[in-house]
């Protein structure tokens, strides 16, 4: 598998990098192109969610990619992002991370990146529009989320610098993606995923999905990676979508 060089495009401004990436994607552009912005007007994240975005306070990026492994393996792609953000915050930053699944970015527990991966019919086929967001500094998300959400900034203890952030996530995202399409790679990344995340095994969770919510143990992923959840009765539950938070055990 030819590793590509992503291609970068820089915008001021853009209602969302994702949507640019798709239009181009439609137009026929090449697996690589990838657009950055200052800002987002109409960023968007999961579960159709809105993706605050001011000007220069994150750093908002999506990239084309037309995978050829097979489709029902497609959502590992989210999980390449999140070990690539994972290696860039600790090459530039030097901040170590955890995964929650599918594929934020924690650190000391507070949301720091997000991901959305949605796919795009293009004139060359089926393709995937990759989007990442990364809290650069606390102005990134709003005030009353501080809780629940951090930046780089605040945790690492050199000074951030974005083109730096932006070269080692470029160089990350090249090599595990090829790596996730050499033959046994969506094993191998599998098994760094569950390397990175302390939600893979062993920990207590909610997940929401809808009106359905379930309380269990995680016990691994599926190899299209779904977690496995083992429910009260030890029967287990492959989750593909949802939101999981971290429960934790009342105290006697
Ligand atoms: C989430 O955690 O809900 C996913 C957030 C993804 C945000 C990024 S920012 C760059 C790209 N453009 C968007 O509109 N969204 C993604």
Redesign the pocket.
Known sequence: MNPFKPKIRRYES??????EVARLAALGAAEGLAVI?EE?T??????Q?T?I?PKGA?????ILLRPQILVDRWPLITFIAALSVSDALLEACGLHTDIKWP??LLAGER?I????AEVAETELGRAVVL????NLTSEAYPKELAGRAVSVAELSLRPVVREQVLAALSRALTRRYSQMQEPGGTSLIIAEWMGRSSYGEGKLVRVTNGDEILTGVTRGLENDGALRLEIEGGEIKTIRAGDVVQVRAEKE
Do not use: E
């Open positions: 853009l209602p969302s990098t994702n949507n912005a987002q109409a960023g968007r994240g999961r579960l969610r993706w975005s994150g750093l908002y990026f999506s594929n934020d949301k990146c997000g991901i959305l989007g990442i967001g990364i």
